[in-house]
């Protein structure tokens, strides 16, 4: 019987896998709402790791800072329902504090080149190792380790480009300047293209060596692509290209996280080598049994299945569409690991989730 890490890595070897894979993300407020449906705590009263509680077969070991500025962040203003952040990108977001969601997005500081030139680019240009500190590698590499020894599959993370810029600029600067200075968008993406090619290097060599590296991005939003297609192949994916090759080189497989609508880039996604695809969202209009059709050869499919059919808290809908999507993959010949098309919010219930479990088992098997 295949360990999940066998299972994982048989998928992206193209090899025969016993089983469909498993791989999903509660929201911490979901956990606690689930701890007062049954779900176990820890004796500090938290909600126990879901990746040992579930049984999913990835689990994430971590990543580094991303900012430009390693600072702490500063409480602008704060209310009892929210704060004000500056971050070390001089960027302000507006946060909830008793609850989940997307930040508003209130001000940037780089608003132009000559800022990011001079007060941002210099902080991150060859600080690969105030990032992957001794301490941060340690933790990476005691994590490989323990996600070993429980036999699963570990994977190291990093914050995707366009996403970086979107956090650091905001997006009014980001869109005007793909086409008023299209350099300054290389330049960043240089910039940290090689950032995440040396804190790679630290980790294989002080750390060990995952299983696998995501990139976490998000291209699209509902129905479209925040930007046409062929800029993102201009501008964004010959550095992805660059990183794709470096995990390769070394003899990992290299996963793309993308929210919201896909179909569009899937093509350049595919010839830029990804080999892995997350989470091909349903309600941004991403159909993964379209995408299985066209791309089971090239990618393994993680996640897929629309959340909103957990949120409907009926559960012989949830058993029915939970059977048809795998079976439906199979018989596209997909490499799936199973799993929500983005997370598991907190319009789900904990038994919501175990019905969708078991729906999972029961249809497994390849």
Known sequence: M????????????????ERVGLRDSPWGDTLRKWLAQGYPATAEGSPVDPAAHFGFDMVGVGGFEWRARLEPETIVDQTDEWRLVRDGNG???KWWKNKSGTPQHVDFAMKSRRVWEIEYKPHVVGSARQRATPQALANIGASIERVHAQGKWADLGFRGLWENMRGAFGDIT???????????????????????????GLVLQEAGRPDGVWFFDDLGYRGTTFCRPELYAELIFPFYVELVELVHRHGMPAILHTCGYTESVLPLIVQTGFDGLHPMEVKAGNDPLGMASRYADRLVFIGGLDARILESHDHRLIRRAVGAYIDGMKARGARL??????????????EDFRVALEAYRAHQAY
Request: glycine share 2%; net charge negative; charged share 25%.
């Open 2 to 17: 295949q360990t999940p890490r066998e299972v994982i890595a048989s998928l992206f070897a193209r090899r025969p896998a």
């Open 91 to 93: 960027a302000t977001f």
């Open 174 to 200: 980001l869109y005007e300047n793909m086409l008023l200075d299209p350099e300054w968008i290389r330049d960043y993406c240089r910039t940290y293209t090689d950032l995440y090619s040396e804190e790679l």
């Open 337 to 350: 690991v199973f799993g929500s098309d983005h997370s598991l919010s907190t319009n789900i219930d904990y």
